[in-house]
């Protein structure tokens, strides 16, 4: 799990979507988010220490070109450079902001298989917000995975699009050994995993999951169902390794992670 904001290469601070039927959305998450004695999300979707960490915008025709998925933002040393690459490799470019000489400041993209992504600036730690000694319950992006047909390739597309280094992490389908990947950032700690769909990720979409943490994981899945939305796959709710993907009403997914 990682901390709520760093500022390396290859971190992820934060993430959004723009929706259709954005006040029932914002209502969902509002729900879904602030479940436990102590939520750690504030109903305006902002955590509980006041972080903006997730965005939940209104779908219009200047985000037509954008997914219907959540976009976690990943800091890279070049964003020009990472873009190049990424088109090289097969990716899309969805949108890319210049300044009035040209240079890139942000960018969206889609890898090969279909996932978005934003890019960003290395941000300096200087200028991220403090973080309270009690961050670790406070609402973050606790991890981040993308599941997939071809790992290999997509793990390759990051390394040379990202800058991400790579882990390998020893898993099992039956009696078939093989291994999936812990994407680790500039100073070597775990940013994000790419992942087979096979084993026990057989199944999950082909997008970026965003992990949210919640108060109470039970709770929050109770008003998944109840607000219209879907749990696609569960892990036992009182397991060290709980986690539910989720469904959203208007068919985004994501992760919820007990707090």
């Excluded at 037509?64 to 800091?75: A, E, K, R, T, V």
Aim: glycine residues 12%.
């Amino acid at each position: 799990m990682s901390a709520i904001q760093y500022s390396r290469v290859g971190g992820v601070v934060s993430a959004d979507i723009a929706v259709p039927d954005h006040d029932r959305e914002v209502q969902f998450y509002a729900r879904v988010l602030t479940t436990g004695e102590t939520p750690l999300w504030r109903e305006d979707l902002m955590n509980n220490q006041g972080l903006p960490i997730i965005g939940l915008g209104a779908a219009s025709p200047d985000y037509g070109d954008l997914p219907l998925q959540w976009m976690p933002h990943i800091q890279v040393a070049d964003i020009a450079a990472s873009v190049g690459r990424a088109l090289d490799l097969g990716g899309t470019e969805l949108m890319h902001g210049k300044d009035e000489d040209g240079n890139s400041q942000w960018a969206v993209l889609s890898d090969p298989n279909g996932a978005a992504f934003g890019l960003i600036p290395v941000i300096a730690a200087e200028a991220l917000p403090p973080i309270s000694d009690d961050a670790a319950s406070a609402g973050r992006i606790a991890w981040l995975d993308l599941t997939v047909e071809n790992a290999d390739a997509t793990r390759d597309f990051y390394r040379d699009v990202v800058g991400w280094s790579v882990a390998p992490v020893e898993m099992t389908d039956g009696d078939t050994a093989y291994a999936d990947y812990s994407m680790l950032g500039g100073d070597g700690a775990g940013a994000a995993g790419v992942c087979h769909a096979r084993g026990m990720n057989q199944g999950l979409p082909p997008v970026w999951l965003i992990y949210l943490p919640v108060g109470d994981l039970a709770e929050s899945l109770k008003r998944v169902r109840a607000l219209g939305g879907q749990v696609i796959k569960q892990a036992a709710t009182d397991s060290a390794h709980a986690y539910a993907v989720i469904e959203d009403p208007v068919g985004a997914r994501l992760a919820l992670v007990p707090g």
